[in-house]
């Protein structure tokens, strides 16, 4: 956008105040804009490549630090991997589609944590229950696996992949079969576990 205001068609586009009021605007539906933006993208990627190419769906999260924050809406006690210890912060949850050569992103939601003890700041009690912002908010204190599978059902209304990629952390039993229950087959790695597995008899 910065580009596009500094070339010769600025003068058909909105100001830059005006651009900065609709991205800070927080009772607008961003998730639907975020997703309608994302599957124009898609569509022009797939009208430039062959129909019988495969198209996944690719869940990932990553830990989003605030670690000087104190009083910012459900900051939580988040446990990062990469550092092998607890931080303040959310977990974001991305979910992308790709066809092996294009990415885009797809949807996305911030997780605070499902445990309460882990919460450091409460939510703010004077929302509207019927408002984007009640919602996500109460999504933001859904545990991961069910917010997966949420966002999936919502990109199957909007489109379709033949896969879903996901790392081990959310490669267990429960969540796959919700996903296989909606027609989804799963590739995913393994936890190093000591129990044996067996697919139709074969170890």
Not at 56 to 76: P, Q, T, Y
Not at 101 to 121: E, G, M, V
Request: glycine share 4%; hydrophobic share 40%.
């Amino acid at each position: 956008m910065f580009r596009l205001l500094e070339s010769k068609r600025a003068e058909s586009l909105p100001g830059k105040d005006v651009i900065y009021r609709f991205l800070n605007e927080s009772s607008y539906n961003w998730r639907r804009f975020y997703q309608l933006l994302s599957l124009n993208v898609v569509a022009r990627f797939e009208s430039l490549t062959s129909a019988r190419r495969i198209r996944v769906f690719i869940v990932d999260d990553s830990v989003m630090g605030r670690e000087r924050s104190k009083k910012v809406e459900l900051l939580a006690q988040i446990f990062d991997h990469v550092s092998v210890r607890f931080i303040h912060g959310y977990n974001l949850l991305t979910l992308g589609w790709s066809d092996g050569y294009s990415f885009a992103p797809i949807d996305f939601t911030l997780i605070s944590s499902a445990n309460a003890k882990n919460r450091l700041c409460d939510m703010r009690e004077d929302l509207d229950k019927r408002s984007t912002r009640y919602k996500r908010r109460m999504e933001a204190m859904s545990h991961k696996p069910d917010a997966v599978v949420q966002m999936l059902e919502r990109a199957l209304k909007a489109g379709s992949a033949d896969y879903v990629l996901m790392d081990s952390w959310f490669t267990h039993a429960p969540l796959l079969q919700k996903l296989m229950d909606k027609g989804l087959h799963v590739i995913g790695m393994v936890k190093e576990l000591d129990n044996v597995i067996f697919l139709r008899g074969n170890r």
